[in-house]
């Protein structure tokens, strides 16, 4: 995507999301307590939930603002590479384990780091490198659909 993610396009409403991001080098990063993490040229996925005030425009467009105080893993990446598409469902079951656990099923992904934005949950990690970013997308889409009640896959 050559133009920059819209945040007010963004709902306010309770969800899960995904990050597509492009890593277009090698890349090293410092997240937090992992220490240092080496991601190699491709594609990263990070999951999250967005289920507090200000929904997923809050909680997305945080990540996608370059000038903000380091807080969570994911704050390290998104400062270095940068965010090319967003997959969000508006729902408020939290799905992102669920999410982790379809792209972790998918052939050719990877974990790049045990633990990466995973402090709350028993996941390996919420943050995974994947070979086809399409059938990610399908596979989140999938996911979305098997939610109570069943939600849409939205795309930025």
């Known amino acids: 995507m050559s133009t920059p993610l819209s ?17 277009a080098a090698p890349l090293r990063i410092q997240p937090g307590r992992l220490g240092s993490v080496t991601l190699d040229t491709g594609w990263a996925v ?3 939930s967005a289920l507090g005030p200000g929904g997923l425009r ?20 998104t400062g270095a590479a ?6 969000a469902a508006v729902t408020g079951e939290r ?3 669920r999410w982790a656990a379809a792209l972790r099923d998918l052939a050719g992904t ?4 045990r ?15 994947v070979a086809d970013p399409e059938a990610a997308r399908l596979a989140l889409a ?11 896959l939205l795309v930025y």
């Open 7 to 23: 945040i007010a396009s963004l709902p306010a409403e309770p969800g899960t999301y995904a990050l597509l991001i492009r890593v």
């Open 46 to 48: 990070y999951v999250g």
């Open 58 to 77: 809050a909680r997305v467009g945080r990540h996608l603002r370059q000038e903000k105080r380091p807080h969570w893993h994911i704050d390290a990446l």
């Open 82 to 87: 940068p965010v090319v598409a967003v997959w």
């Open 95 to 97: 799905l992102e384990c």
């Open 110 to 113: 990877a974990i790049p780091a």
């Open 115 to 129: 633990g990466f934005g995973a402090s709350d949950c028993q996941c390996e990690a919420h943050l995974l490198i």
């Open 142 to 152: 999938r996911v979305a659909a098997l939610a109570t009640p069943p939600a849409r």
